[in-house]
């Protein structure tokens, strides 16, 4: 299972990175140094992803599975409109209310998480358990990673409640440089 790995994502980054190929996404001399087969990240979210939809009758459509197979294929965070580049070439329907329904579809499910900042969808590292969505992304090479820290989450809803509010949701961006860019 991903959880096991060290946070897989795929992104673009804000909409001057978004692009469909890897290729078109803006990478620093940086980012090319990073090297790692993506596919034992998509191999074991799509596993994961039909454990949980086997779990609780779901229907993995192969749309659906698709749009996890590009959203996994690197640590970018990746658009909607580079998944609807990607799936104009197949016959899965590229309509962007399609697309849409299969992202709305794997952020429900904790297959995948969105990052507001960049309008743009991950990879979920832990699909199918409760946690909030903390991430550290790279302003180098624009991989994006999910951060485990309940103790923030804590802190934070501590915080808020010494004000008088009620933290419901929680999601936290943080950008940065990771440490394959700052050693490269």
Known sequence: MA????????????????????????????????????????????????????????????????????????????????????????????APPTVYRALDFLIENGLIHRIERMNAFVGCSHPGEAHRGFFLICGDCGNAEELEAEELGSAIAAGAAKRGFTAREMTLEVTGVCADCRSA
């Open 3 to 94: 959880s096991g790995r060290n946070g897989a994502y795929n992104r673009p980054v804000s909409a001057w990175q978004i692009r469909a190929n890897q290729d078109l996404v803006k990478k620093s001399a940086k980012a090319l140094v990073h090297s790692h087969d993506h596919q034992h990240c998509v191999e074991d979210a799509l596993a994961a992803a039909e454990k949980l939809c086997a779990a609780k009758d779901l229907r993995f459509t192969p749309l659906r599975r698709r749009v996890l197979e590009f959203i996994w294929s690197s640590h970018k965070p990746v658009g909607a409109y580079a998944l609807l580049d990607k799936l104009r070439n197949e016959d899965l329907g590229s």
